[in-house]
């Protein structure tokens, strides 16, 4: 046999002896890795942003109230980073704007001007947007702040402060008892640079991913196989999915 079909015949072979090892329904400890993997991923297919650079509303952007505002909009999560970047690009004071999230929409923004151009603050205290939160039911809060940047080409701004990380620290504390997702990011010259994330335990719950893993696992042996596959091999997001997104 020539070296083509000896090779062909291994890899058979080994798909063979794959299949039959797994056929049995994963065990408890099988189950909870599956079920932390499966959350992960599906939190990383939730929150994907546009990467590319938008062009601004110019009459939104004119219009910023300075002292704060609420703005009802109608984005996707998706393009919120790269909207709000926009807005901010060429701001030669730091600005903040937080973005109310559900159901990958954003409905609500608030904006509201720094002192200058080195530092911003929100001009109420977090517990404030973290009731209009609640009371909407949002699941997630986003706050971006820009960072000017006169010289763009000597030097890069890109990283957050040690004030912003002790911020977004504290602003996670109150939000995660409260069940609210928290990211916070930087914008610099038209682009986002996210820097803190905290995803609540409740979200994308691993209790009910494991459920649903539960309910397929020992049903035939073809689901052992799929569930087993999907524990021990890096897939597409969509492979991952075991009953619907979270």
Known sequence: MNETLIFFIFILFSILIFIILHLKPLTFEQIEQLSTKVRKLEIVKYFRFEKREYLPNKEFKKNMNPIGSFYQIEESLFDIPAVVSSLLKYKKHE??????????????????????????????????????AIENNYTSILIFHNHPNSKPNEYSKISPSESDIVSAKSFSNTLFGNNINLMEFVCERGNHYIYYRSICDSFCSVDEIREKICNKNNKSRMNNLSLHFKRIFKLSNNSYVINGEC
Do not use: P, Q, T
């Open 95 to 132: 600005w903040i704007i937080i973005a109310f999230e559900k159901n990958k929409k954003v409905s609500m923004i608030w904006v509201n001007k720094g002192n200058d151009n080195s530092s911003v603050s929100l001009k109420y205290e977090i517990r404030y947007f973290v009731d209009i």
